[in-house]
């Protein structure tokens, strides 16, 4: 009876703890360290058309993932429209090796001391953290404090940002 209670007294606050985490994480990220060559579609592209077909622009396509090989923070610029995530998400997709991929919700930080970076646990690929729409993050609260933490983590910073009016 006591090793019961001893394991209840332990499994409900981890549970609660866990719980009360994997929430706050849900709210700042839509991606959790998901593995580069397991990303869908859906994962990046967020329900824009997807086909199948890629027709690679090979210079600029060969730098993306030559940059994201290397570990380069990476800032892919266009015009609305032009394929700039698609071109990345090509690249995260055939990666090799893969890497450890997390996404932010674009939102208002308005407590820095809630945003917090993920662990990543036993694993020993490279993080990458990707900023779809750059330009949409830097209009939120707080925003210019999360990019020193990101590199201060470690982080490689892949992000996309339009160019000119929409």
């Known amino acids: 009876l ?21 929430r706050r994480l849900s709210a700042l990220y839509d991606i959790l360290w998901k593995k580069s060559s397991s990303l869908e579609p859906d994962d ?7 086909q199948r077909y890629y027709y690679e622009r090979k210079e600029e396509d060969d730098r993306i993932r030559e ?6 923070n990476l800032l892919v610029v266009g015009p609305p429209l032009a394929g700039k995530t698609r071109a990345v998400y090509e690249a995260l997709k055939v990666l090799n090796p893969p890497c450890d ?7 208002d930080i308005t407590d820095l001391s809630s945003f917090f970076i993920p662990r990543r646990w036993l694993s ?10 750059l330009h949409r993050f830097v209009e939120k609260q707080n925003f210019e404090h999360v990019l020193p933490l ?6 490689t910073i892949v992000a996309t940002c339009r160019s000119g009016a929409e």
């Open 67 to 72: 940059a994201i090989r290397k570990g380069e």
């Open 124 to 133: 020993r690929r490279r993080p990458i953290v990707l900023i779809d729409d």
């Open 44 to 50: 990046i592209l967020y329900g824009r058309p997807y």
């Open 150 to 155: 990101l590199e201060k983590a470690g982080l």
């Open 2 to 22: 006591t090793l019961i209670s001893i394991d209840v007294a332990i499994l409900i606050p981890l549970t609660l703890f866990l719980h009360r985490r994997d």
């Open 101 to 107: 991929v997390l996404v932010p919700r674009c939102m």
